[in-house]
């Protein structure tokens, strides 16, 4: 679980569970609902997403095991001193109410003094698959620059 052995795993070409941030391409064609389109582009753009999303079991607010690991190492990677002017956005894919509660979880475990700028937020129900079957409920996790609006 460690970070040496996080990397003999990825040499040897399986999933790696340690805790990576990547640009990604963003992928809107999945929201049915075009405002839905614009929301996750606009509140992506610049961002970094992280390498997991977190997943509950069977409809309630539980979070599977792995994602509970996850969410002890994403709460170690935001507490760290140079993450201090990074703005966690969760984005709740049909499952708003997942949203808010993986936001709540975050800012309890941490304090809200820890934060530059407090976890945010966005929920976009009526995601599909390519067939048009109805997408899991997962929180996506991204990061974005807090930027000083001068305020």
């Given at each position: 679980?460690?970070?040496?052995?996080?990397?003999?795993?990825?040499?040897?070409g399986f999933a790696k569970l340690s805790l990576d941030m990547e640009?990604?391409?963003?992928?809107?064609?999945?929201?049915?609902?075009?405002?839905?389109?614009?929301?996750?582009?606009?509140?992506t753009l610049g961002g970094?997403?992280?390498?997991f999303n977190f997943r509950f079991i069977d409809g309630n607010d539980f979070l599977e095991n792995r994602s509970r690991k996850?969410?002890?190492r994403f709460i170690?990677?935001?507490?760290?001193?140079?993450?201090?002017?990074?703005?966690?956005?969760?984005v709740g894919i049909n499952g708003c109410d997942k949203a808010e509660t993986m936001r709540s979880t975050?800012?309890?475990?941490i304090g809200r003094d820890s934060f530059?700028?407090?976890?945010?937020?966005?929920?976009?129900?009526?995601?599909?698959?390519p067939s048009g079957e109805p997408l899991e409920t997962v929180v996506e996790v991204w990061l974005r620059v807090v930027v000083d609006d001068g305020a």
């Open positions: 679980m460690g970070s040496t052995g996080q990397k003999s795993v990825a040499l040897l640009e990604r391409n963003i992928n809107t064609d999945r929201f049915k609902d075009e405002l839905h389109r614009r929301i996750y582009a606009k509140e970094r997403r992280v390498n996850d969410l002890q170690k990677y935001i507490q760290q001193p140079d993450q201090y002017y990074y703005e966690p956005l969760l975050i800012v309890e475990a530059q700028v407090l976890p945010q937020k966005i929920c976009l129900d009526y995601a599909q698959g």
